[in-house]
């Protein structure tokens, strides 16, 4: 199993910004890429952001261009989504998600992803 762990979330104001980072075990070496999902409380799951170790590509939800950025540290195994000028309504638990199946490009569908973390929760106070 490659079990993903996240951390960074927290309260934050509208406008804030928060940094979020998921430790992926092996890294490049057990996966392909990994992405970010997210859910808020009555709906459904939303694509985020997704991003390959091998590649620069990077994939995102429309509701975050632009001001979301997900990137990668291939040496410490570990994946981070940068979000700025945050809204109420990306108020979620954000869930890091791996890829050991070996998708050549993101469409940001659930089944994209083999092992997911706990999650980690994302307050934005307007």
């Known amino acids: 199993q490659v079990q993903p762990v996240e951390s960074g979330g927290g309260s934050v104001q509208a406008g804030g910004s928060l940094r979020l980072s998921c430790v992926v075990p092996?890294?490049?070496?057990?996966?392909?890429?990994m992405g970010w999902f997210r859910q808020a409380p009555g709906k459904e799951r939303e694509f985020v952001a997704a991003?390959?170790?091998?590649?620069?590509?990077?994939w995102y939800g429309d509701s975050v261009k632009g001001r979301f950025t997900i990137s990668k540290n291939n040496a410490e195994n570990t994946g981070y989504l940068q979000m700025n000028n945050l809204k109420p309504e990306d108020t979620a638990v954000y869930s890091c998600?791996?890829?050991?199946?070996?998708?050549?490009?993101?469409?940001?569908?659930?089944?994209?992803?083999?092992?997911w973390g706990q999650g980690t929760q994302v307050t934005v106070s307007s």
């Open positions: 991003i390959r170790w091998s590649q620069d590509n990077s």
């Open positions: 092996g890294g490049a070496f057990s996966s392909y890429g």
């Open positions: 998600a791996v890829d050991t199946e070996g998708y050549t490009h993101y469409d940001g569908v659930a089944y994209e992803f083999d092992y």
